[in-house]
Each structure stands twice: as structure tokens, then as C-alpha cells.
């Protein structure tokens, strides 16, 4: 299924301020309730709940380059991970990265995010990973 992003700046500024908050070595995930998620699940031809997904990486990280790989391992990671648990759906999902997420292995991430998720309360039932 496709991943829906989070656009608007005013929804990062919300889940900053008012949503619930995990740190690790490499990433700290914020989440707040959806509020146009019922509108997103009429949409969605699948109808059903979605998380909608937003990732900050700073310039401090690197350039372009670097930038974009630590993007694409944290969506890869969060991949991995919503298919390995049974992830809440129906939140805003901002993830930022931190210095060592551009030295970190995919597999450090993806643990990382699992304790955050996990912490959080938006993870169901294992299959057995991680």
C-alpha cells in the first residue's frame, strides 16, 4: 500500500507540540491522532485507516546526498516494521532523525523505531521479528 505523507507544515507544528513522544540513539517519533482519517479512509481504495508519515532530516546531518539516504533507510525501516507488527493505524507518524541515523545501520534503525513504536503503544502483535 502506498505511504501517505504529511504535507502541511501546521501538522508538523501540532505533532511537535501536543503528540506523544519516544527518543532513541537514532530517531525520536512523534504521533498524534489523525483527524481527517475517516476523509483518508473514504479515499483510500483499500477503506481502511491509514498512518500518515512525515520525516524531518536536518542540514546539520550532511548534504543532499546524505540527506536523502537516511530518508529512504527510514522508510525502508518503517516499512519493515509495519509489516513485521500489526502497527495502530489512523496517526500522524513524524519521525526525525538524529546524528547517528547517518552512520547507523538499517537494522538499528529499524530496532530503534520498533522501541519507539513500541513505547508509544501503536504496536499489536509481533510475527516474530526484532
Given at each position: 500500500m502506498k505511504?501517505?505523507?504529511?504535507?502541511?507544515?501546521?501538522?508538523y507544528r501540532?505533532?511537535?507540540?501536543k503528540g506523544k513522544k519516544a527518543s532513541s540513539a537514532t530517531v525520536s517519533v512523534y504521533i498524534l491522532k489523525d483527524y481527517a482519517a475517516g476523509r483518508l479512509k473514504?479515499?483510500?481504495?483499500?477503506?481502511?485507516?491509514?498512518?500518515?508519515?512525515g520525516l524531518t532530516v536536518t542540514?546539520?546531518?550532511?548534504?543532499?546526498?546524505v540527506r536523502n539516504r537516511i530518508k529512504r533507510r527510514i522508510?525502508?525501516?518503517?516499512?519493515?516494521?509495519?509489516?513485521?507488527?500489526?502497527?495502530?493505524?489512523?496517526f500522524l507518524v513524524i519521525i526525525v532523525a538524529h546524528q547517528t541515523c547517518a552512520d547507523a545501520k538499517p537494522a538499528e534503525i529499524e530496532a530503534d523505531?520498533?522501541?519507539?513504536?513500541?513505547?508509544?503503544g501503536?504496536?499489536?502483535n509481533p510475527s516474530g521479528r526484532v
Open positions: 505511504e501517505y505523507a504529511v504535507s502541511e507544515d501546521h501538522l501540532k505533532a511537535y507540540a473514504k479515499e483510500n481504495p483499500q477503506k481502511e485507516f491509514i498512518n500518515r508519515i542540514r546539520k546531518l550532511g548534504g543532499a546526498v522508510r525502508e525501516a518503517y516499512r519493515n516494521v509495519k509489516k513485521a507488527y500489526k502497527l495502530k493505524t489512523g523505531l520498533v522501541r519507539a513504536f513500541t513505547k508509544l501503536l504496536t499489536g
